[in-house]
């Protein structure tokens, strides 16, 4: 299970901590959902998920306010912090009362305010612990953005992963990494690929050593993140192997569940990796609008074959 702490996401979302003296490099958020807890502060806490952050918006605060039996009013909130979820979030800029404070002292639970709209900072919360929180995988591959497409290069160690990439940049297109691509699913439709720290924007090439093409190319040539949208496989070129020359088959990979449409490319000396790797891309672009150049030809084959 992965986790961030509460500092990362109080940094993230420039959130305001009234228990400074709480250590929120301890507290770990492993849940990317939230909850407000309505119905808790009526003193229902079945089914209770004491893991996720809990937000109060202007109906919470407005229920808190409108409780007049403090006795009875301390009573919930003594209960309701003694389930130890990371944090109480305020939203809209509303304060949180005194006694919330000194429940969250006594607890060790922060109490945190943000400007932002309940909706708002729910919405943005939940995308970016949903990212940060994804389950991932680190395979051997490089990723480049090119013409948008996510393109991810897989085959064997020497194969020209590396000598690939640097010929695509130079022709304009993004390295997000080399060697080493960390894989996190974020969705079951959306997988995202970015480089570990150690390596990021760097290309190892056989014969040359360690580039840096942040340095060299440009800021404008590297990227942190990208979608996965496809992988090219490079495999060494067999004449006794069947090679799909058509490509109305769709072929794919597997990243954690998420299905990827895949190319097996044979490599052999004089082919232009830089350029089939475009013409990928744009082949693929051009069936996700709702054009197959195989099918086209196809359905041209097989008119030509009924006139005759």
């Keep these: 299970m992965y986790s961030i702490t509460l ?10 901590n ?27 806490f079945e089914h209770f998920d004491e893991n996720r952050i809990q937000i109060c918006g202007n109906v919470e605060h407005a229920y808190i306010a409108s409780m007049e039996d403090d006795e009875k009013r301390a009573e919930i909130f003594d209960k309701l912090f003694q389930h130890s979820f990371p944090c109480l979030v305020f ?7 005194d006694f919330i404070i000194e429940v ?6 922060p109490v945190l305010t943000t400007e932002a709209t309940t909706s708002a900072f729910v919405h943005e919360a939940v995308r970016w612990l949903h990212v940060e929180l994804a389950p991932r995988i680190s395979i051997h591959a490089v990723l480049v953005d090119v013409y948008g497409v996510g393109v991810l290069i897989t085959g ?17 297109h993004r390295l997000v990494s080399d060697d080493v691509v960390e894989i996190k699913k974020v969705s079951d439709e959306t997988l ?24 060299l190319f440009g800021f404008e040539c590297v990227k942190m993140t990208q979608n996965i949208d496809l992988v090219i496989n ?12 058509m490509g109305l088959d769709d072929h794919y990979t597997e990243y954690l569940g998420n299905k990827v449409v895949t190319y097996n490319i044979p490599i052999r000396p004089g082919r232009n990796l830089a350029i089939i790797v475009e013409s990928a ?13 195989a099918q086209e030809m196809y359905d041209r084959v097989t008119r030509q074959m009924a006139k005759k």
């Design 192 to 215: 995202v690929g970015t480089s570990p720290e150690i390596t990021r924007h760097f290309i190892e090439l056989r014969g040359i050593g360690i580039i840096d093409v942040k340095a």
């Design 156 to 172: 064997e160690s020497g194969i020209g992963k590396s000598e690939a990439a640097l010929e695509l940049i130079k022709r304009g």
């Design 18 to 44: 009234h228990l400074p003296e709480i250590n929120t490099d301890e507290i770990l958020i492993t849940d990317p959902d939230i909850n407000r807890p309505a119905v808790q502060l009526s003193g229902f």
């Design 104 to 109: 969250g002292r006594k607890y060790g639970i």
């Design 234 to 245: 490079l495999e060494e070129w067999n004449k006794e192997a069947n090679y799909d020359r």
């Design 281 to 293: 891309a744009v082949n693929h672009r051009q069936k996700e609008m709702g054009y197959n150049a």
């Design 7 to 16: 500092t990362q996401l109080i940094e993230k979302l420039n959130l305001v």
């Design 91 to 97: 939203c809209r800029g509303l304060e949180p009362q």
